[in-house]
C-alpha cells in the first residue's frame, strides 16, 4: 500500500495551517479542508486574489498569469496558490493581491 | 437610434493554455470547434449561429479579452460610423480582410474604458451546426455538454462609463436598457443593446481600465441552466455563483470560470427592450438585489475577480 505523502502548509499571517496531499494544488486542497486562509477567485491563474508569497519551501507551479506574477516576483517566491503544487511543506504569507509594493521592477 | 450595428458578432479570449482551454469551450460548454490559423489560434462557434465563429482562443502570458466585435448591417455602414468615431477625436484603426479567418475588415478601436472593440460586415456564413436551413430539424444531434446556443454578451469593467455611453448611445446607436445609479446620480453600470435583448454588452465601473468580467452564452431554458450547474460539478470545474437569477435583466444564470480564470455566464430568459422602452434603474443601495436577485448580496469575488 501506497500512503499517500502530505505537505504541512503554514499561512503566517492568517496563523493557520492546512495540509495538501502530493500533486494536489495548493488552494484546491485548502477549499476541500474547508479553510480560509487565502482568498479564493477564479481558481486558474487569470485574477490573482490568492497571491501568496511563499517564504520557505519548494514547489511548481503551472503557468500564471503574468499581469500577477512579474518575473522578478516569481523569483522572490510570490506565487498564485491555485497554481502551485508544493514539493515540501511550506511557509507561506497570503493576502497579497494588488499589493503594488511586489509589482515594481527591482 | 439604430445606426447599423447588429449584433455581437466574436470575442477574442486569452488563455494560458490552449489545450485546456479548448476542451473547456468545446467539451463543457458545447461549442463547436470550426478553424484554426497559423498564429495558433482556434475559431469555435455555438450552434444557432449563422457566421462560422464568434469566440477566438488565444494563447497568451496573460489570461482576459483582446476585443469583442459587433457585426454591422453592410460595409456602408463601417465607413460611416469609423468617421464618426474618429470625429469624436478617437483612433480607428482598419484591419484588412483575412486578418481573421474568413473575416472582412474590421474597425478596430478603443473605448473610453479602454477595453478594444471592432465592427465588421462580412463573415463567411457556414449556417446553423448540424441543421439544413431548408424543412430545418428542431437541433441537432452530437452537441456537447452545455450545449450553448450563442455567444451573447460580455460584460467588462472599466473607469470612464460616461465616456462609452456617449459612444455606444449617441454613436453607434445603442440604447441604454438598463443602469445602476449611486446615491450622488453618478451610473456605475450600463446594460446597453443594439437589438430586443436586455443587453448585448454591459460596463461596471472600477478603478483600472480594460478588465474584463465575463463572456456569455444563452441556454433556452432554466433547466438547461441547472444541467449546466450539474456539469460544472461533474467536471470539478472552477465555480463563482449560481444557479440564481439576476435583478439587472432578470436572467437565470451561473457563473463559472474557465482554466486560465476568465470568467463565463450561461444563462436563459430575462427581458427585452424596445427602441420606446425607458431606461430600467437599479439603486447601487440595492446592488446586491440588483446583481443576485436571491441571495441580496455580492460575493466578493462578482466585484474582485477579473482578468
Ligand atoms: S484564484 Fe484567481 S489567480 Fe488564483
Ligand atoms: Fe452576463
Redesign the pocket.
Same mark, same amino acid.
Given at each position: 500500500m501506497n500512503a499517500q505523502r502530505h505537505f504541512q502548509i503554514q499561512v503566517t499571517n492568517r496563523q493557520q495551517a492546512f495540509s495538501v496531499p502530493e500533486g494536489e494544488l495548493l #488552494?484546491h486542497a485548502m477549499e476541500k479542508a474547508c479553510q480560509q486562509a487565502i482568498q479564493? &477567485? @477564479?481558481? $486558474? &491563474?487569470?485574477? $490573482? #486574489?490568492?497571491k501568496i508569497k511563499v517564504l520557505e519551501g519548494a514547489f511548481h507551479t503551472k503557468r500564471m498569469s503574468k499581469a500577477?506574477i512579474k518575473e522578478h516576483e516569481a523569483e522572490a517566491g510570490f506565487a #498564485?496558490? @491555485?497554481r502551485v503544487f508544493p514539493e515540501s511543506d511550506l511557509v507561506i504569507e497570503s493576502d497579497h493581491f494588488n499589493d503594488l509594493s511586489t509589482q515594481q521592477t527591482a | 437610434m439604430k445606426k447599423g450595428v447588429m449584433r455581437p458578432g466574436h470575442v477574442q479570449i486569452r488563455v494560458l493554455d490552449l489545450e485546456e482551454a479548448r476542451k473547456h469551450y468545446v467539451d463543457l460548454l458545447g461549442l463547436i470547434e470550426m478553424d484554426s490559423d497559423d498564429q495558433g489560434r482556434v475559431y469555435l462557434k455555438a450552434w444557432t449561429e449563422v457566421d462560422k465563429y464568434s469566440v477566438i482562443l488565444k494563447e497568451a502570458d496573460e489570461p482576459g479579452m483582446d476585443f469583442m466585435a459587433f457585426k454591422c448591417l453592410n460595409e456602408a455602414v463601417l465607413d460611416s460610423l469609423a468617421e464618426e468615431i474618429r470625429a469624436l477625436g478617437m483612433t480607428v484603426t482598419e484591419l484588412p480582410a483575412g486578418d481573421l479567418k474568413d473575416c472582412g475588415r474590421r474597425m478596430q478601436f478603443v473605448v473610453p474604458t479602454g477595453h478594444t472593440f471592432e465592427l465588421f460586415a462580412t463573415k463567411e456564413q457556414t449556417g446553423k451546426w448540424g441543421i439544413n436551413n431548408v424543412n430545418p430539424e428542431a437541433w441537432p444531434r452530437g452537441l456537447k455538454g452545455m450545449q450553448a446556443t450563442r455567444f451573447d454578451h460580455c460584460l467588462m469593467y472599466g473607469d470612464d462609463l460616461e465616456g462609452n455611453l456617449t459612444l455606444f448611445r449617441d454613436v453607434l446607436g445603442f440604447d441604454l436598457s438598463e443602469q445602476v445609479i449611486d446615491p450622488e446620480g453618478n451610473r456605475i453600470a450600463l446594460f446597453l443593446t443594439a437589438s430586443m435583448k436586455a443587453h448585448d454588452v454591459a460596463f461596471i465601473k472600477h478603478p483600472e481600465k480594460n478588465k474584463f468580467h465575463h463572456a456569455s452564452f444563452y441556454l433556452d431554458t432554466w433547466q438547461d441552466v441547472l444541467k449546466a450547474a450539474d456539469l460544472i460539478s461533474m467536471t470539478d470545474t472552477s465555480i463563482d455563483i449560481g444557479p440564481t437569477r439576476h435583478g439587472l435583466t432578470h436572467g437565470q444564470t451561473i457563473y463559472f470560470f474557465d482554466p486560465s480564470?476568465n470568467r463565463n455566464e450561461v444563462f436563459a430568459g430575462g427581458d427585452y427592450h424596445y427602441p420606446d422602452h425607458e431606461t430600467v434603474t437599479w439603486k447601487a443601495e440595492q446592488l446586491g438585489k440588483a446583481i443576485f436577485y436571491h441571495d441580496r448580496q455580492l460575493n466578493e469575488r462578482f466585484l474582485t475577480?477579473l482578468t
Open positions: #488552494l479564493v &477567485g @477564479c481558481r $486558474g &491563474g487569470g485574477c $490573482g #486574489l490568492c500577477h #498564485l496558490a @491555485c | 480564470g475577480a
